[in-house]
């Protein structure tokens, strides 16, 4: 038997979807303003892979640390081909002031996917679930986080998805009914214990369309106040006579406007804010606040398509401006490897058809430089990212990200001696 109850929450500022992209005609103004103030328009269709919620398995036997240079690129440092494109359209600061509390970030972070209402279940819902969950996985493969990690942040992953269109949200939807929900599920056994899980993870709640905080409708109409909120709860659970929990988990609501790019959008600002101030007591802007947390989100509104999702813009301290990360290599598919014993030459063709091939060293140091090399997947229809992985700290090796799945490997494709 036990008990459990909700105890603590907070609140913190709201995202808004004033740049919300495309789709909208609402919008169409303000996607111009927020594409002003970049120099340099590149469209991107590479660099994620096909939504699976298995993706982030163990590395491959002998594999004993995964590393993706591209996103290793540390604070300030200028690699070639690593960017952080900056925004100065309406909305976003120019003197923010990072306010750090020291309290604790969020690292390597599970997210746990939760799209709550009968919509998600419906044969054709405004915005798919699939496609929430494709621009997410998107979102996480690329380079979106790279700017966050100054403020102590590595990366996010998904850990798990779940659909629960038994019933709906209340409406208006309150923060402590996201709360609540994870609360419910952790109680029924659907999620552990906070203290019996492997890592802190951050529960996202994707909400049906319209659903929301009590003035949504007006909201939409008038932004900036909607969207978005991340918090945490304590989890009270007593098993008499020995166990007592008290422990945090992490979550966040995103509002459904029936857009696809501003549901991404608030996703990203939501999930960059979370990392970096899970509790409220870590990343902020000044003034910081205590209940009305103060993030580098809430500072910054120009959205940029990245690697063909619509992300939001945050604050970087060493950049001084709203940023969004991104690179500007060369996506390379590889369509086929030159495999005696091992991996030593990949050929392939570029976007516009062109033809290359490039011994195994040379993928690896434009990989480093900030290339992009792809498999295309024939199952799944995505594009899945090489990487370079580590046998040991002197034997890189060339493998696109484990997921389980075969027919998107390197070693899947066919072979061919170089010309
Ligand atoms: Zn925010």
Sequence with gaps: MSTRKVAKERTSKRASVLSGQAASPKNAGLRQL?????????????GATAPSPTRFKAAPAGGIAALDSRRAIGVGETIGGALRRRFTGPGDSTNSVVDNGGGQVLTDVPLRLIFWG?????????????????????????????AARQYGITNAYVDSIMTRDSDDPPNPFQNKDAGNLVAGLIDDGTFPEPDDDYRAALYVVFLPQNVGPPNAQQVLQLPPDLGGLHSFSTYEDYDPPIDFDNDRFYWAWVFN??????????????????????????????????????????????????NGVTVQSYWSKIDNACVVPDHIGNDFQVRWIYRPRRIEWLGGTMGDGTPWQMPREQVMNRIRAGDQFFVHAPQSGGNVLVGIYYLD???????????????????SLPQRVPS
């Design 34 to 46: 927020s594409r002003k103030a970049v120099t340099k328009v590149k469209s991107k269709q590479v």
């Design 393 to 411: 700290a002197t034997h890189p090796y060339l493998a696109t990200a484990p997921d389980g799945e075969s027919d998107d490997n390197l070693l």
């Design 257 to 306: 406007d029936g857009n696809r790019a501003d549901i991404s959008s608030l996703f990203s600002h939501e999930l960059v804010e979370a990392l970096t101030d899970p509790s409220g007591d870590a990343i902020q802007i000044q003034p910081r606040n205590k209940t009305n947390w103060n993030e580098i989100g809430d500072v910054c509104r120009s959205t940029w398509v990245l």
């Design 118 to 146: 009968r919509e998600w279940g419906q044969a054709t819902p405004p915005v798919p679930s699939a496609d929430v969950i494709a621009d997410v996985e998107k979102i996480l493969a690329g380079p979106y986080l790279d």
